[in-house]
């Protein structure tokens, strides 16, 4: 589905990633670890297509398709999502009532019409139910006065409403509690399906006690130093990432 070849990507002249080789076929669940500064969260930007980055070698693609020339708007169309660091706060526009629009301009995009209302409801109520999300959350303005759980809730939600077929979910280290990542794990597991393909960035191991991956790889300045299978999140909880550091 993903495929990632030396990818090298540089930010105001500064190379961040040196050289990325990644695999993700339908079905699985990575998870990308690494300590701070390690290219994480620049990985994540370039695959959905910020501008802020620059592709300076290598190429990205879905499906067979390079995504190169592709504005994160046209990447998110053909079901690249990324979860946001950042949520806007959109006072007075409900969780609903964005998603509605959300779903439409995708839609619109594609050259389809806009979603009838009774299938929205239905498609609204189907996935909030199957995350737990509670009818008083969706009609609250969006993002404001959010808790940490509640913009994750909002995120997962989001994930589950536009059926991304790649979603790359960056767990900032912005020190998610434990409810938030629960959310998080809890939407990944019943969001995953032989469709679709999850990456999940984690500085810490914490949420992989929730999300069990099917493959890990660390990341350390900008290059893929280590890969294995859901093991390595346990030794680097033990070891931490000295060693990793060490022995590049
Ligand atoms: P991680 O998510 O692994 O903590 P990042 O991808 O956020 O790492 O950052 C990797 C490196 O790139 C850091 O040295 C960071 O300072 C630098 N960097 C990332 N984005 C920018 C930017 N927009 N401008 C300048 N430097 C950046
Ligand atoms: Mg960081
Ligand atoms: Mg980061």
Redesign the pocket.
Known sequence: MLSIKNLHAS??D?D?LKGINLEVKAGEVHAIM?P???????LSAVIAGNE?YEVTEGSITLDGEDLADLAPEERAHKGVFLSFQYPVEIPGVSVTNFMKTAINESRKAKGLEEMPANEMLKLIREKSELLEIDRKFMSRSLNEGFSGGEKKRNEIFQMAMLEPKLAILDET?SGLDIDALRIVANGVNKLKSDQNAIVVITHYQRLLDYIVPDFVHV?YNGRIVKSGGKELAYELEEKGYDWIKNEN
Do not use: A
């Open positions: 930010v105001e500064k961040i690494g701070n500064g390690s290219g994480k969260s620049t802020n280290d990341l």
